[in-house]
């Protein structure tokens, strides 16, 4: 079946816009995971969503950060008055049961000029 | 905190030769994932390993997990240029509400 998909794939704005990003899960995958990768940084982890709520938002590096789950489904990632250091390639992934592993999308790159 | 640490970083092998790449952890956990990454690609499973002494295998990788020690290897036999990518272990920690703590990752570049 579809796999995880991220929009868009890649955003480039500048310095003090601010950007969405969209993950639609896997169908029927009620766990949800943002996450971003950047080279100074590796892999972390940002917020974690069960159906809609949200239970770990303790990744999120500021509160320019922000993010929502709507029935059940897609997540909206928002950064606000972006900066240059939140520049990377933010995944998202989503998982069945909780021993599964993750299944992730190809990611939004992100450019901040 | 839960930190996990992966060595080599950077892993240069000769076609036809075994390697392993090593992936410790610093608490409590039943859950270690093994990913793939290809250059300019998103993340793709290889592994889950849920028990102590689990032992996965797919073609030329094997994975186990040792949990007293806190310490998976991912053993590559007869290293193939397909091969080459940057693998990832990634540790669940029992209270953490499932999310995944990454290793930094081993970059591996088969060479004829």
């Known amino acids: 079946g579809a796999g995880v998909s991220q929009s868009p794939s890649n955003k480039v704005t500048e310095k003090g816009k601010d950007v969405e990003l969209r993950c639609d899960p896997i169908?029927?995958?009620?766990?949800l995971y943002w996450y971003r990768q950047s080279l100074g940084q590796g892999l972390e982890f940002l917020i974690y969503f069960q159906g809609n709520s949200a239970p770990d938002k303790s990744g999120l590096p500021s509160d320019r950060f922000s993010a929502e789950r709507t029935g059940g489904s897609v997540s909206t990632l928002t950064i606000q008055r972006t900066q240059q250091e939140d520049s990377a390639v933010y995944l998202c992934?989503?998982?069945?049961?909780?021993?599964?592993?993750?299944?992730f999308g190809d990611g939004t790159r992100l450019s901040i000029l | 905190e839960l930190k996990v640490e992966q060595n080599p970083l950077f892993l240069s092998m000769q076609e036809g030769k075994n390697y392993t790449i090593y992936c410790n952890y610093s608490?409590?956990?039943?859950?270690l994932y093994w990913y793939r990454q290809d250059p300019g690609k998103s993340l793709e499973s290889l592994f889950v390993l849920l028990s102590n002494g689990a032992v996965k295998q797919e073609g030329r990788l094997m994975a186990s997990l040792d949990t007293k020690a806190r310490l998976s290897t991912l053993h590559i036999t007869a290293a193939v240029h397909d091969l080459s990518a940057t693998y990832f272990c990634a540790v669940i920690s029992t209270d953490s509400w499932g999310k995944l703590q990454f290793g930094a990752g081993t970059q591996v570049v088969v060479t004829p």
């Open positions: 992934a989503s998982r069945d049961r909780s021993n599964q592993p993750q299944h």
């Open positions: 169908s029927g995958h009620t766990a």
């Open positions: 608490t409590t956990s039943d859950r």
